[in-house]
C-alpha cells in the first residue's frame, strides 16, 4: 500500500486541495476528502468522482490505483456528469457536453475548432464568463464554476491589447 498525493477540486469551488491518501482506497474515499475540503456536505450526496481525463466518473468501488489515478493526478468531486456549456462568439452559439473535470482550455479549443478559427486567431482570445467580466484561468476545471446546475456560459472574447 502507497500512499499518493492528488490535487482535488470539487463543485462551485475553484480551490485546490492537496490530499494524501492510500492509493488503494475506493474513489468514494475522495468524496469524503472533498467535504473535509470544503464541499457542503449536502452536495456530497450523489457526488460522482472524476479522473484527470475522463470523460466518465470512476467507479466508487474500485480502488482507485486500478482505476489509473496515480500520484500528483487532478481529480474532481461533482454531482453533474456533464456540464452544458454554451459558447457564444459573434452570432454563432453552440451547447457542448463535458464532463466537469475538462478544464476551460480543453472547452476553448473544441470550440475555435467547431468554428474554425485559425490557431493564431484562437490565441488572441479567452473565454469569459457571460454577463461578467470574469476569465477563468485555462486550467480551471469547469465544474468549479457551477453549483447547483449543470451548466454554464462562456463567450469567446479578444484579449485586450494595448498598443502604443
Known amino acids: 500500500m502507497s500512499k499518493i498525493q492528488l490535487f482535488l477540486q470539487v463543485e462551485g469551488s475553484r480551490g485546490v486541495h492537496l490530499v494524501e491518501l492510500d492509493d488503494d482506497v475506493p474513489a468514494e474515499e475522495l468524496i469524503a476528502q472533498a467535504i473535509r475540503s470544503g464541499l457542503a456536505a449536502t452536495n456530497a450526496e450523489g457526488a460522482l468522482v472524476f479522473g484527470p481525463d475522463g470523460d466518465s466518473p470512476l467507479d466508487p468501488a474500485v480502488p482507485l490505483s486500478k482505476q489509473g489515478v496515480r500520484n500528483k493526478h487532478r481529480m474532481h468531486v461533482h454531482r453533474c456528469r456533464q456540464v452544458i456549456v454554451t459558447l457564444h462568439f459573434n452570432d454563432v452559439t453552440e451547447d457542448v ?10 472547452v476553448k479549443k473544441r470550440f475555435v475548432q467547431m468554428i474554425g478559427m485559425s490557431p493564431v486567431d484562437a490565441t488572441e482570445h479567452v ?10 484561468e485555462p486550467d480551471t476545471q469547469i465544474g468549479t464554476l457551477v453549483c447547483g ?7 469567446l472574447v479578444p484579449i485586450k491589447r494595448v498598443e502604443g
Open 97 to 106: 457536453h463535458f464532463p466537469p473535470s475538462a478544464t476551460v482550455d480543453r
Open 127 to 136: 473565454l469569459q464568463l457571460c454577463g461578467s467580466s470574469d476569465r477563468p
Open 149 to 155: 446546475c449543470c451548466n454554464v456560459c462562456f463567450d
